[in-house]
């Protein structure tokens, strides 16, 4: 059964950085594209990137280029992102996901989740 654990969330001041990593387990997701999303509280889930494990241009939407990175480690079956200069309006519950599609950028073509880590950033 694949699980997909989230670590590295926490609370940081704005201007600060992160590295959130997912790391995955009990199943082949090798041809899966790995993503991640965010969610405040009372707003929709919103993708944040994504990224293949082999071969593919990782992604991330307009609103974080140039301050996250997604990265994976094949060989630790983890994905990372890497967050910088985090501002306020960054903060969110950070889902890792896999979907078989690989274009995927909506939450609904995304088959596995993990539980979340919290991204809280203080003015």
């Known amino acids: 059964q694949v699980q997909l654990v989230e670590s590295g969330g926490g609370l940081v001041q704005a201007g600060g950085s992160l590295r959130l990593s997912c790391a995955t387990s009990?199943?082949?997701?090798?041809?899966?594209?790995m993503g991640w999303f965010r969610q405040a509280p009372g707003k929709e889930r919103e993708f944040v990137a994504r990224?293949?494990?082999?071969?593919?241009?990782?992604f991330v939407v307009d609103s974080v280029k140039g301050r996250f990175t997604i990265s994976r480690d094949s060989a630790r079956n983890t994905v990372y992102l890497q967050m910088n200069s985090l501002k306020p309006e960054d903060s969110a519950v950070y889902y890792c996901?896999?979907?078989?599609?690989?274009?995927?950028?909506?939450?609904?073509?995304?088959?596995?989740w993990g539980k979340g880590t919290q991204v809280t950033v203080s003015p």
């Open positions: 996901a896999a979907a078989a599609d690989v274009w995927a950028v909506t939450a609904s073509r995304f088959d596995y």
């Open positions: 009990g199943g082949t997701l090798s041809t899966y594209t």
């Open positions: 990224i293949r494990w082999t071969g593919g241009i990782p």
